[in-house]
Every structure is written in structure tokens, then in C-alpha cells.
């Protein structure tokens, strides 16, 4: 903490209230190319809630899940999947379901979508399944934003059978994580 004397010296060449600064500040030029910086990142969202974008999109089926993040909407009807990127909603990738997901986790590159029939399921933006992480005693049921989480290499799901134990599967594979210890 500053002592009084030391806050007087301090705010001595302070403008008194009132009045104005008569000359101008130099900054420097890393002030300056720092508030160009901030004023790019600015201005497109300023620009976005200024012009508001409204995009309807209708399903042939009832939403049964959807989850929106890092960039895209995944929205599931009880027979299909539908992939928006939030830079082009036109054109969804599309895909067939076998059964109705009960959850919807994501990441940058991937997301997991849960099934109470088939299981576990990584996929990619493209539509693509990428692995189905599985272990005895899983019980999809018992899944829900608590008990699964995802990273961008590993999956981490409570094991319903020992809620002391969590499970690590490699994205990529489904199988587990031998170098992860929980």
C-alpha cells in the first residue's frame, strides 16, 4: 500500500476535476497496435449484434437432442443426426441413427453421442464414426453430463459399477488409456 505522501506525489500531476489535459499523451506505438488488435477482435461482434442473424431451421421429425459448440450444432431426431457448421447452415452433413441419442457431449474435433441400445459413440464433424469406447459393466443409462466428459485425445466416463473409478479411453481408438491414472 501506498503511504499518503507517496499517493500525493503521485496524483500531483493529475488534472484537477473539471478541468482537461491540455497536451497530448504519447502513448507509444505498442498502445497503439494493441488497441488496433482489441478494435479487429471488436468489431465483428459488434457487427453481429448490431445486424442480427436469424436462421429458422425445420426438421421432417421431433428434436429428440441437440447441442451446440465450438462451432457447430448437432441437432438428432429419433432417425437422423444433422451437423451445422455455424459458418454455413445451409448445408448439414446428415447421417442415418439405428437409435434415439440420449446425449450429446463435444470438443473441438469430436463429439460423443450415447444411445441406450448400441452404447458410446465418437464421431467427427464429418459425420464419420471415429470409435465406440466400451468396458464390462457400462450401463449407458446411467450417462449424462456428470458421469462422461471429453477432451480433444480422451474421453473420461464415471464407471457406474465403482464410482470411485473413472475410465479413460483414447479418442481415437476407444481403447483404454494405459498412461492416464485415475
Not at 59 to 80: D, K, W
Not at 144 to 163: E, F, K, Q, V, Y
Not at 170 to 175: E, F, L, Q
Amino acid at each position: 500500500p501506498l503511504s499518503a505522501e507517496e499517493l500525493d506525489a503521485a496524483t500531483k500531476d493529475d488534472p484537477a476535476e473539471g478541468e482537461s489535459l491540455t497536451e497530448p499523451i504519447d502513448l507509444g506505438p505498442h498502445f497503439l497496435r494493441e488497441y488496433r488488435r482489441v478494435m479487429q477482435m471488436v468489431k465483428p461482434i459488434a457487427t453481429n449484434l448490431l445486424k442480427p442473424h436469424v436462421e429458422n431451421l425445420e426438421f421432417r421429425n421431433r428434436i429428440i437432442e441437440m447441442s451446440m459448440g465450438h462451432g457447430h450444432l448437432i441437432v438428432t431426431t429419433a432417425a437422423q443426426c444433422y451437423l451445422y457448421s455455424i459458418n454455413n447452415w445451409n448445408t448439414p452433413h446428415i447421417f442415418d441413427l439405428r437409435y434415439p441419442v440420449s446425449l450429446i457431449i463435444q470438443s473441438d474435433r469430436h463429439f460423443v453421442m450415447v444411445d441406450s441400445l448400441s452404447g458410446v459413440h465418437v464421431y467427427n464433424y464429418e459425420g464419420r464414426v471415429v470409435s465406440n469406447p466400451n468396458f464390462p459393466g457400462l450401463r449407458v443409462e446411467t450417462l449424462n453430463h456428470r458421469t462422461i466428459s471429453m477432451s480433444r485425445d480422451l474421453i473420461a466416463i464415471l464407471d457406474p459399477s465403482n464410482t470411485k473409478q473413472v475410465r479413460v479411453f483414447d479418442v481415437a481408438s476407444g481403447r483404454p488409456d494405459r498412461k492416464s491414472v485415475v
